[in-house]
């Protein structure tokens, strides 16, 4: 049965390269942020395939796209796949786009294998993986997990003050209301995302396939300094509550929490850092930081968090400079679940494709799914371990490894006949 799904690996790469081509950045680069009208025409294009592949869609009220193929029982729950093809500034064309556009091939070569699945099998391309626009990742599986208060959800913000209400109703998705987005539990009975790994653990050991058993968990901070701005000459340095050192020493209190955590999988990074008003000759009187903080441990997590807090507040408290801070999401770590893990290993074996189990260091929509049902993920390995960078790439080959586990493992999830 294994070898009788054939991947059309050819039709596969066509479709991430023109994809690749819908950005608002020249190529290499791939910038698709959520709503942006790169956005909307990647979204158009990816229905288009998924209706060439005989699939039924389905929006809901934040832009999830729901592609159902559906199974021969009605009264089971159907297996869920996918992922995101939204894109951060500067990215490269395969985060993301590999879970979604491997999924529609893997539908596609069971289909022409004469596979009739039990279960349907359900596409997901989630709104908004990358935090970009506002801020926080993640948000269509939020969303659809219950995860994220509506009070918080319809208060986000974008850099330029525009409301997700406003924006999701300027881009269609208006009509509804965001509460309907929740889906009921026992909605999927799994959930298997197909992602490069942004690693470099699979190359450095030659291993073709990753699956994956926790997700570290996230978190991230806003932070708006408020000090006093000038003229550049004529302010005398005494006089000074430069809003931007206030936050450069915040950034170097980032750097300081994490590297002294105790723990080696901390990791944080100031991705933001804007000043207002951006004029040589003024000094600046605004900053806007956002700090992504991360590890597979919550306690240290929570403990670097705190302490960076505390050292922001002191060093602002210094500098004369006011301060807000937002949590925007602190996360839990997911474990994905053990027979699933065991399935895709299982299925490794059958096509002879050695497996490595992993922890994904990076976040993902199966963060959010493994609050629902039942996941886990599938890596395959990207040049250099390179990412969320213009050349992230995985060959054509391992992406048809990863195409194969995945189609594989959702026939055996859905069950056939
Ligand atoms: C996902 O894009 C992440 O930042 O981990
Ligand atoms: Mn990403
Ligand atoms: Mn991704």
Known sequence: MASSLKINGERLQRQIDELAGISAAPPP???????????????????????????S??????????ARWTG?????????????????????????????LGAIEAIQAMQSAGVKPRRGIELIIFTAEEPTRFGIGCLGSRLLAGALALEKATALRDPDGKSLEELRGAAGFGEKDLHSVRLASKTYS?????????????????????????????????????????????????????????????????????LTSGSPDTVGTTGVFRIEPGAVNSVPCRAWLEIDLRDTQVATRDAALKRIEAAMAEICAKRGVAYEFERLNVDAPAICDANLVQTVASVCGELRLPVKKMISRAYHDSLFMAQICPTTMIFIPCRGGVSHRPD??????????????????????????
């Open 72 to 100: 021969t029982d009605s009264a089971l729950a159907p297996v869920a796949t996918g992922s995101h093809i939204d894109a951060i500034p500067n990215a490269g064309r395969y985060d993301g786009v590999v879970g979604v």
């Open 392 to 417: 992230e790439y995985s060959s054509p080959e391992q992406i048809e490894n990863g195409t194969r586990v995945l189609a594989l493992t959702l026939e055996r999830l859905a069950g056939i006949g």
């Open 57 to 66: 869609l389905r929006e809901d009220a934040v832009g999830n796209i729901f």
């Open 190 to 258: 799994a959930f298997v995302e197909l992602h490069i790994e942004q690693g470099a653990l699979l190359e450095r050991d030659n291993i073709p396939i990753g699956v994956v058993e926790r997700i570290a968990a996230p978190s991230t901070l806003r932070v708006r300094l408020t000090g006093v701005g000038g003229h550049a000459g004529a302010m005398l340095m005494p006089e000074r509550h430069d809003a931007l050192l206030a936050g450069a020493e915040s950034a170097l209190a980032v750097e300081h929490a994490v």
């Open 29 to 55: 680069v791939v910038t698709r942020v959520l709503f942006s009208e790169a956005d909307l025409r990647a979204r158009s294009l990816v229905k288009k395939w998924c209706r060439e592949a005989g699939l």
